[in-house]
C-alpha cells in the first residue's frame, strides 16, 4: 500500500498485518451444528452450517468481499488433542506474514529463549600511548537491534505500528530510545580499553552472510533495522511542515518540501527518494494537515556496511577517540584478512544482543520482515552457509527433528512473502509442537495479543476475546486495477486462545482473495479475521 490511497499495487506482503479501525464487538455467539463447507451461488461461495464452527462467524465470513474468497480454518484442543473445527484445514493457502511463525519458531527451538549473538569490536597493529597503529574492525553478528530498542528493564521496545511500514501504513510511530546506542557503547569501551587515537581506518565486517529480500538487502550489520527515519511534523496552514532526519548520521541530509494545510486537509506525503543531484540527500514532498499527528517516513540504507561504519566513527568521536580515516568513505572490507584471523584478533569492545525472546518479540509483534529473514540466515550462517541460499532447508530440519510433518507447508522465505503456502492444520501443528514446551508461556507472550497490542492493537478490542486470544497476522496485498479494487491475496491469523468456558486450544484461520474497495476495506479485513477468531473464543 501506499499513503497516496488512489494507488493500485502488486502483490506485497505487509510487515504489520494489523488494522488501525476497530470492529464492533461480535453479536450473540452460537455454535453451529452441521457439516458442509456451504452453498454456490452464481461462482460465490457462501458459508453454512460449518460443524464446529460458531454460527456468529458466518456473516462476517459471507460478507460481501469474500463471496469468491476462500476460508480455510483448523482449530485444535490443546488438552485433549481433538479437532474442533476442519474448514479446508488440509488444503494449502498463502499466509503472508505469518510464515514468520515457521522462521521465528525455528530459532526458538534451535537456541531457545535465552540465546544472545555478541557482536565484537577487534584491534589490529598495536597502542602505544594511547594510539592505536592499525584498524578497528566491528564484525556483525546479525543483532536485530544493536541496543537501539532495550528499555530499562531490558525488554524490548516497539510501537503497535513499526517504522519498518512506515511507507505503505499510515500511523507509524518511533520507540524513544536512540537507536545508536550500541555504538555508542561500544565507542566507550574502545576509549576505556586505552585507545585514544586510532592511525588506520575503522572496518565493518559484515562476511557472516550474505542475503536479501524483496531487492533490500540482509546483513549481519543493523543499526536503526537499517533505515533512516523522517519525521514530518506541521507547522501554521500555508506554512512549510518541519522534517528532522534521524539517526544523524552523515554524509545523509533532508531536503522537505511538505507544506502545512489546513485542519481537516489531506496528508499525502512521498516515500523518501534520493536526490538526483546528490546521492546522500533524501527529498520528501507532498502536504500534512495543520490538526495532523507528526507522520512518519522512511529510507531504506543500501549499504548497511557503509552508513554502519559512518555512524562508528562518529560514536567514537562523541567518546573521545580521534579517527584518521575519513569518516564518510566507502567501507573496505576488501583489506580485511580472512574471517578466522579477524576472529583471531583481541577484542576492544563487545556487544551483547537482547535474548532471542526478546528479539522474537519484536519481529512477531510488530511483524518485523527483514528481522524474521535475518533470523533465517543467522541459522544458514551457523550451518556453514554464509549465503543464506540454505536458510529454509535448515528450517525444514529444525522443525522435522521435533515433530513436524514438513511437507504440509512450502515455503520460500522467511517473512511471508508471495509464494509461500501451508495448511491451516500445518500451522496448528507448530503451535501445538510449542504449547509442548516448558517455554509455552514466553513463546505465547511474543506474538500480538488481540485488542491490546502489536498488530492485532485494534482489532476486537471491546470484544469479551480480547486479551485471550494470542496469535500472529499475515497480509498480502495486491491491486484490481480492472475494477479499482485491492485484492487481498491473504489474510491470516493464527496462534493460541484460552477459551470462554476455560479451554486452550491453537488455531488458523486463513482468507484467501477478498475484494475491498479502499484501503479502510484492508484495515477492516484484519477486524473480521479477527472477529472469526473471537467468535470461536467465545463460543467454547
Same mark, same amino acid.
Given at each position: 500500500?501506499?499513503?497516496?490511497?488512489?494507488?493500485?499495487?502488486?502483490?506485497?506482503?505487509?510487515?504489520?498485518?494489523?488494522?488501525?479501525?476497530?470492529?464492533?464487538?461480535?453479536?450473540?455467539?452460537?455454535?453451529?451444528?452441521? @457439516?458442509?463447507?456451504?452453498?454456490?451461488?452464481?461462482?460465490?461461495?457462501?458459508?453454512?452450517?460449518?460443524?464446529?464452527?460458531?454460527?456468529?462467524?458466518?456473516?462476517?465470513?459471507?460478507?460481501?468481499?469474500?463471496?469468491?474468497?476462500?476460508?480455510?480454518?483448523?482449530?485444535?484442543?490443546?488438552?485433549?488433542?481433538?479437532?474442533?473445527?476442519?474448514?479446508?484445514?488440509?488444503?494449502?493457502?498463502?499466509?503472508?506474514?505469518?510464515?514468520?511463525?515457521?522462521?521465528?519458531?525455528?530459532?526458538?527451538?534451535?537456541?531457545?529463549?535465552?540465546?544472545? /549473538?555478541?557482536?565484537?569490536?577487534?584491534?589490529?597493529?598495536?597502542?602505544?600511548?594511547?594510539?592505536?597503529?592499525? !584498524?578497528?574492525?566491528?564484525?556483525?553478528?546479525?543483532?536485530?537491534?544493536?541496543?537501539?530498542?532495550?528499555?530499562? !528493564?531490558?525488554?524490548?521496545?516497539?510501537?503497535?505500528?513499526?517504522?519498518?511500514?512506515?511507507?505503505?501504513?499510515?500511523?507509524? $510511530?518511533?520507540?524513544?530510545? !536512540?537507536?545508536?546506542?550500541?555504538?555508542?557503547?561500544?565507542?566507550?569501551? /574502545?576509549?576505556?580499553?586505552?585507545?585514544?587515537?586510532?592511525?588506520?581506518?575503522?572496518?565493518?565486517? !559484515?562476511?557472516?552472510?550474505?542475503?536479501?529480500?524483496?531487492?533490500?538487502? %540482509?546483513?549481519?550489520?543493523?543499526?536503526?533495522?537499517?533505515?533512516?527515519?523522517?519525521?514530518?511534523?506541521?507547522?501554521?496552514?500555508?506554512?512549510?511542515?518541519?522534517?528532522?532526519?534521524?539517526? *544523524?548520521?552523515?554524509?545523509?541530509?533532508?531536503?522537505?518540501?511538505?507544506?502545512?494545510?489546513?485542519?481537516?486537509?489531506?496528508?499525502?506525503?512521498?516515500?523518501?527518494?534520493?536526490?538526483?543531484?546528490?546521492?546522500?540527500?533524501?527529498?520528501?514532498?507532498?502536504?500534512?494537515?495543520?490538526?495532523?499527528?507528526?507522520?512518519?517516513?522512511?529510507?531504506?540504507?543500501?549499504?548497511?556496511? $557503509?552508513?554502519?561504519? $559512518?555512524?562508528?566513527?562518529?560514536?567514537?568521536?562523541?567518546?573521545?577517540?580521534?579517527?584518521?580515516?575519513?569518516?564518510?568513505?566507502?567501507?573496505?572490507?576488501?583489506?580485511?584478512?580472512?574471517?578466522?584471523?579477524?576472529?583471531?584478533?583481541?577484542?576492544? *569492545?563487545?556487544?551483547?544482543?537482547?535474548?532471542?525472546?526478546?528479539?522474537?518479540?519484536? /519481529? +512477531?509483534?510488530?511483524?518485523?520482515?527483514?528481522?524474521?529473514?535475518?533470523?533465517?540466515?543467522?541459522?544458514?550462517?551457523? *550451518?556453514?552457509?554464509?549465503?543464506?541460499?540454505?536458510? +529454509?532447508?535448515?528450517?525444514?530440519?529444525?522443525?522435522?527433528?521435533?515433530?513436524?510433518?514438513?511437507?504440509?507447508?512450502?515455503? %520460500?522465505?522467511?517473512?511471508?512473502?508471495?509464494?509461500?503456502?501451508?495448511?491451516?492444520?500445518?500451522?496448528?501443528? %507448530?503451535? @501445538?509442537?510449542?504449547?509442548?514446551?516448558?517455554?509455552?508461556?514466553?513463546?505465547? *507472550?511474543?506474538?500480538?495479543?488481540?485488542?491490546?497490542?502489536?498488530?492485532?492493537?485494534?482489532?476486537?478490542?471491546?470484544?469479551?476475546?480480547?486479551?485471550?486470544?494470542?496469535?500472529?497476522?499475515?497480509?498480502?496485498?495486491?491491486?484490481?486495477?480492472?475494477?479499482?479494487?485491492?485484492?487481498?491475496? $491473504?489474510?491470516?491469523?493464527?496462534?493460541? +486462545?484460552?477459551?470462554?468456558?476455560?479451554?486452550?486450544?491453537?488455531?488458523?484461520?486463513? +482468507?484467501?482473495?477478498?475484494?475491498?474497495?479502499?484501503?479502510?476495506?484492508?484495515?477492516?479485513?484484519?477486524?473480521?479475521?479477527?472477529?472469526?477468531?473471537?467468535?470461536?473464543?467465545?463460543?467454547?
Amino acid at each position: 500500500m501506499s499513503g497516496r490511497t488512489g494507488r493500485h499495487p502488486g502483490t506485497r506482503a505487509l510487515g504489520r498485518g494489523a488494522a488501525v479501525l476497530a470492529l464492533v464487538a461480535t453479536a450473540a455467539l452460537i455454535a453451529g451444528c452441521a @457439516s458442509g463447507a456451504g452453498d454456490t451461488t452464481n461462482g460465490a461461495v457462501e458459508y453454512a452450517d460449518v460443524a464446529g464452527l460458531p454460527a456468529a462467524a458466518l456473516p462476517t465470513m459471507n460478507k460481501l468481499e469474500y463471496q469468491h474468497a476462500r476460508w480455510s480454518i483448523s482449530v485444535k484442543d490443546l488438552d485433549t488433542g481433538a479437532t474442533v473445527i476442519d474448514l479446508d484445514g488440509d488444503k494449502m493457502a498463502e499466509p503472508g506474514s505469518f510464515v514468520k511463525t515457521y522462521s521465528v519458531g525455528a530459532a526458538w527451538v534451535k537456541w531457545g529463549p535465552d540465546h544472545t /549473538v555478541t557482536t565484537p569490536v577487534k584491534r589490529s597493529g598495536t597502542v602505544t600511548g594511547g594510539t592505536l597503529t592499525g !584498524d578497528l574492525v566491528l564484525v556483525g553478528q546479525g543483532d536485530l537491534t544493536m541496543g537501539g530498542r532495550t528499555k530499562p !528493564d531490558g525488554t524490548v521496545d516497539f510501537t503497535d505500528l513499526d517504522h519498518n511500514d512506515a511507507n505503505p501504513l499510515p500511523g507509524a $510511530t518511533l520507540t524513544k530510545e !536512540d537507536p545508536l546506542t550500541g555504538l555508542n557503547r561500544l565507542a566507550a569501551q /574502545v576509549k576505556a580499553s586505552g585507545i585514544d587515537r586510532v592511525n588506520g581506518d575503522v572496518v565493518i565486517d !559484515d562476511r557472516l552472510f550474505s542475503g536479501s529480500l524483496a531487492n533490500e538487502p %540482509i546483513t549481519p550489520i543493523l543499526i536503526n533495522q537499517n533505515l533512516l527515519d523522517v519525521l514530518v511534523t506541521p507547522g501554521a496552514p500555508g506554512q512549510p511542515a518541519t522534517a528532522a532526519l534521524t539517526p *544523524a548520521v552523515s554524509p545523509w541530509k533532508l531536503v522537505s518540501t511538505v507544506r502545512t494545510v489546513a485542519a481537516g486537509g489531506e496528508t499525502d506525503i512521498s516515500d523518501p527518494e534520493v536526490s538526483p543531484e546528490d546521492p546522500h540527500t533524501i527529498t520528501v514532498s507532498g502536504t500534512i494537515a495543520a490538526d495532523s499527528a507528526p507522520a512518519l517516513k522512511v529510507f531504506v540504507i543500501r549499504d548497511p556496511a $557503509t552508513f554502519a561504519r $559512518t555512524a562508528f566513527i562518529e560514536a567514537l568521536q562523541r567518546a573521545g577517540v580521534a579517527v584518521s580515516a575519513d569518516a564518510t568513505a566507502a567501507n573496505a572490507e576488501a583489506s580485511l584478512a580472512d574471517r578466522s584471523a579477524v576472529d583471531a584478533l583481541p577484542d576492544v *569492545a563487545t556487544l551483547t544482543s537482547l535474548p532471542l525472546a526478546e528479539e522474537a518479540t519484536y /519481529v +512477531m509483534k510488530v511483524s518485523y520482515n527483514r528481522g524474521a529473514q535475518t533470523l533465517v540466515c543467522r541459522l544458514a550462517a551457523e *550451518a556453514g552457509d554464509p549465503t543464506c541460499k540454505s536458510g +529454509m532447508s535448515v528450517l525444514q530440519k529444525i522443525w522435522a527433528q521435533v515433530g513436524l510433518d514438513t511437507k504440509g507447508a512450502a515455503l %520460500i522465505d522467511g517473512s511471508g512473502l508471495e509464494g509461500n503456502y501451508i495448511t491451516p492444520e500445518n500451522a496448528v501443528q %507448530i503451535q @501445538s509442537i510449542m504449547a509442548a514446551r516448558s517455554d509455552a508461556a514466553r513463546w505465547k *507472550a511474543t506474538m500480538p495479543i488481540l485488542g491490546e497490542d502489536g498488530s492485532l492493537a485494534t482489532v476486537q478490542a471491546k470484544s469479551p476475546a480480547a486479551g485471550k486470544v494470542f496469535a500472529k497476522t499475515g497480509t498480502l496485498l495486491g491491486g484490481d486495477s480492472f475494477n479499482g479494487r485491492f485484492r487481498l491475496s $491473504t489474510k491470516t491469523l493464527g496462534g493460541v +486462545m484460552d477459551t470462554a468456558k476455560g479451554r486452550h486450544f491453537a488455531f488458523t484461520i486463513i +482468507m484467501n482473495q477478498g475484494l475491498v474497495s479502499g484501503i479502510a476495506g484492508v484495515f477492516q479485513a484484519n477486524d473480521d479475521v479477527g472477529a472469526v477468531a473471537a467468535a470461536i473464543q467465545q463460543a467454547y
